[in-house]
């Protein structure tokens, strides 16, 4: 598929200041919603900004920050929900995630009408993405993968890495799906992650200190 017919939004959602990206095409104007966080207005503010009518929702995770807006947006657009099986039990946890971290009631995320698996395609008429099981900062996480782009969730962040001190983490796990998964896509990738500024494969290869330190036990084992 010709990358250049897609487009790419993002905007910048919720207390945790996710990133919550809209890719389309400008061929059929059809969308794919990754990571709506929160703040399902900016959400579909954006979706109209860029023309195209959202088709699918799909999630890096399912921290409450990458899946509070989930249930407005589905309901409205009626999009399918893509998340990965690993998660679910943590997505059918985020009304008390909410209420504990963030004093909210939020209704249940709704189940989701399809399980992301690594090898997957995620398509839309005119985008096709490809599913990489991640797992480290939760059990089911994924990214994204097509037009030179790399989609990272919290896996991947401009000289950073997830969190893995939270429950379904593990810095082994992440670490081995950073460096025998991600690390393997061309270094002009361009990294779009869950929070923070975009990077590039290359540039996480060259300067990123957790794969920096990772590299070189590698070498010295």
Not at 21 to 38: L, M, N, Q, V, W
Not at 190 to 202: A, E, F, L, N, S
Request: charged content about 25%; aromatic content about 4%; some cysteine.
């Amino acid at each position: 598929m010709d990358a250049t017919e897609w487009m790419v939004g993002g905007v910048v959602v919720g207390l945790f200041q996710e990133n919550c990206y809209i890719i389309g095409s400008k061929r059929t104007g059809e969308a794919i919603c990754f990571d709506p966080g929160d703040e399902v207005d900016e959400i579909r503010a954006l979706a109209r900004e860029m023309k195209v009518k959202i088709t699918r929702i799909a999630c890096s995770h399912a921290h409450l920050d990458h899946i509070m807006a989930v249930r407005a947006l589905k309901e409205e657009t009626r999009a399918p929900f893509l998340l990965h099986q690993d998660d679910l039990d943590l997505a059918r946890r985020m009304p008390e995630s909410a209420l504990s971290m963030l004093g909210r009631r939020e209704l249940p995320t709704p189940e989701p009408d399809h399980f992301m698996a690594d090898g997957d395609d995620v398509e839309i008429p005119g985008i096709s993405l490809k599913v990489i099981h991640t797992p480290g900062h939760t059990r089911g996480s994924i990214c994204l993968y097509g037009g030179g782009m790399l989609f990272s969730g919290d896996t991947l962040f401009q000289g950073s890495i997830g969190r893995t001190d939270l429950p379904g983490g593990s810095f082994p796990q992440i670490m081995e799906s950073i460096l025998t998964r991600l690390l393997q896509l061309p270094d002009e990738t361009i990294v779009r992650p869950g929070h923070m500024d975009q990077t590039t494969i290359g540039a996480e290869r060259r300067s990123n200190p957790f794969v920096l330190e990772a590299l070189a036990r590698q070498q010295r084992a």
